[in-house]
């Protein structure tokens, strides 16, 4: 079991790890909302605000930040096969290939740049518990596990870093103003804190999804014709 970090260690980490200019591509995915704003559902401001609030609350927000909160749990315990459990369900909740290929992607992306730069020993439980692709939220819960990082502090941060992201890809494809990103990240800040606390009473059984607009989209994206996103 790792040692729990400093506040200002766990917070430069977390900084670092959630920061766009970490090295997970994560710019390079909508998560459907490019097929969205085509299609007329996210059109401004409030619409956009609606949109990522059900995502979060109600979709794959609430149960990314799920597995997030048992991969942390797993690795703080040194329990390869409930990590096991959790990295294959992570996979498997996915609901289309976009989907899957962004959960991935950023997920071992985040174990590459993290096991170089910030190793940790406990990580080590990932790779002799789990020999296929890590989803992203499972990197994050086992990272921040290693590093001492508290659970509730770290789902935070990830769902901040999830909102922030999907907003920065709106901005671009509405448009919006810059400051209308920040007023829809200032907006969401409720439902960031309201779906992390979700997340931590959640059994891996109750995990479910309510948004299946956005599922549609992230299948629709995938033939859209002209797209700017991988996702």
């Given at each position: 079991?790792?040692?729990?970090?400093?506040?200002p260690a766990?917070l430069?980490?977390?900084?670092?790890?959630m920061?766009p200019?970490?090295?997970?591509?994560a710019?390079?995915?909508?998560?459907?909302?490019?097929?969205?704003?085509?299609?007329g559902?996210?059109?401004?401001?409030?619409?956009?605000?609606?949109?990522?609030?059900?995502?979060?609350?109600?979709g794959?927000?609430?149960?990314d930040?799920?597995?997030?909160a048992?991969a942390?749990?797993?690795v703080?315990?040194?329990?390869?096969?409930?990590?096991?459990?959790?990295a294959?369900?992570?996979l498997?909740?996915?609901?289309?290939?976009?989907?899957?290929l962004?959960?991935?992607?950023?997920?071992?992306?985040?174990?590459?740049?993290?096991?170089?730069a910030?190793?940790?020993?406990?990580l080590a439980?990932v790779?002799?518990?789990?020999?296929?692709?890590?989803a992203?939220?499972?990197?994050?819960?086992?990272?921040?596990?290693?590093?001492?990082?508290?659970?509730?502090?770290?789902?935070?941060?990830?769902l901040?870093?999830?909102?922030?992201?999907?907003?920065?890809?709106?901005?671009?494809?509405?448009?919006?103003?810059?400051?209308?990103?920040?007023?829809?990240?200032?907006?969401?800040?409720p439902?960031?804190?309201?779906?992390?606390a979700?997340a931590r009473?959640?059994?891996?059984?109750?995990?479910?999804?309510?948004a299946?607009?956005?599922?549609?989209?992230?299948?629709?994206?995938?033939?859209?014709?002209?797209?700017?996103?991988?996702?």
């Open positions: 079991m790792a040692e729990p970090a400093a506040a766990a430069y980490r977390l900084l670092a790890w920061s200019a970490y090295p997970v591509g710019f390079s995915y909508s998560h459907g909302i490019e097929w969205a704003v085509e299609a559902d996210i059109t401004d401001l409030a619409s956009l605000v609606d949109w990522l609030g059900l995502v979060l609350a109600e794959s927000g609430i149960a930040a799920t597995f997030c048992h942390h749990r797993a703080a315990a040194g329990e390869g096969r409930a990590l096991a459990e959790v294959e369900l992570a498997a909740f996915q609901p289309s290939k976009e989907r899957r962004e959960t991935t992607a950023q997920g071992n992306a985040f174990m590459a740049a993290t096991e170089a910030w190793p940790a020993a406990p439980l790779r002799a518990a789990w020999p296929d692709a890590v992203y939220p499972v990197a994050v819960g086992a990272a921040t596990a290693a590093h001492g990082i508290d659970e509730a502090t770290a789902l935070n941060a990830f901040h870093a999830v909102a922030a992201n999907l907003i920065s890809a709106a901005v671009r494809l509405v448009p919006l103003g810059q400051t209308d990103g920040q007023r829809a990240l200032a907006a969401l800040e439902v960031v804190t309201a779906t992390a979700a009473a959640l059994a891996l059984d109750d995990i479910g999804g309510h299946l607009r956005s599922d549609l989209a992230s299948m629709r994206h995938e033939t859209q014709y002209t797209r700017l996103f991988r996702s």
